[in-house]
């Protein structure tokens, strides 16, 4: 990954993490809760994300990255259980509103 490539897609990653037409609490504007990044193959999503995640890590909390080879990664349950599990252990000990469901299946 080279310093300076990929512009466009920094400058719209920039204006979507700022957006001001997001929510306001309490006289803060925030940001859409979240973004997909969807790309053609070779495109280079994953390293704009792994390169996103490391210098950004104050705007991305959690990813996951799906392959057209490996078929559990791209299911919805996985999908979700990768980002409620990263979203979890970023809680802090003793959150409260948290409960755990054990799984039906």
């Excluded at 609490?25 to 940001?31: K, S």
């Excluded at 390169?51 to 919805?76: E, M």
């Amino acid at each position: 990954f080279h310093d300076g490539t990929r512009q466009k897609f920094w400058d719209k990653f920039d204006a979507w993490s700022t957006n001001t037409m997001g929510s306001t609490v309490e006289g803060t504007i925030q940001p859409t809760a979240m973004g997909i990044f969807v790309a053609q193959g070779g495109a280079g999503k994953t390293s704009i994300v792994c390169q996103l995640a490391k210098i950004r890590n104050d705007a991305v909390v959690a990813t996951h990255l799906c392959r057209h080879d490996y078929a559990s990664r791209n299911d919805a349950r996985t999908i979700i259980r990768s980002l409620c599990y990263q979203l979890a252990k970023m809680a802090p000990a003793g959150i409260h509103g948290f409960r755990y469901y054990k799984s039906r299946h």
